[in-house]
């Protein structure tokens, strides 16, 4: 199994006096070999996820 890229990226949206708006996103790549088939075919599989998330933090 090999990961590729994995980024995580974060972003202050808004900040008050109360507390602050945080946007983040995440990317991932995953390609995974199997073994060798009787019939000299390879599986494979690749495999691309990605996750984003909106929080408030407060003070």
Aim: proline letters at 3%.
């Amino acid at each position: 199994m090999k990961c590729g890229v994995s980024a995580l990226n974060l972003v202050r949206l808004y900040k008050w006096s109360y507390g602050r708006l945080v946007a983040g996103a995440q990317v991932s790549y995953t390609e995974r070999d199997a073994f060798w088939g009787t019939s000299a075919i390879q599986p494979s599989n690749h495999l691309v996820t990605g996750l984003t998330s909106l929080r408030y933090d407060p003070f």
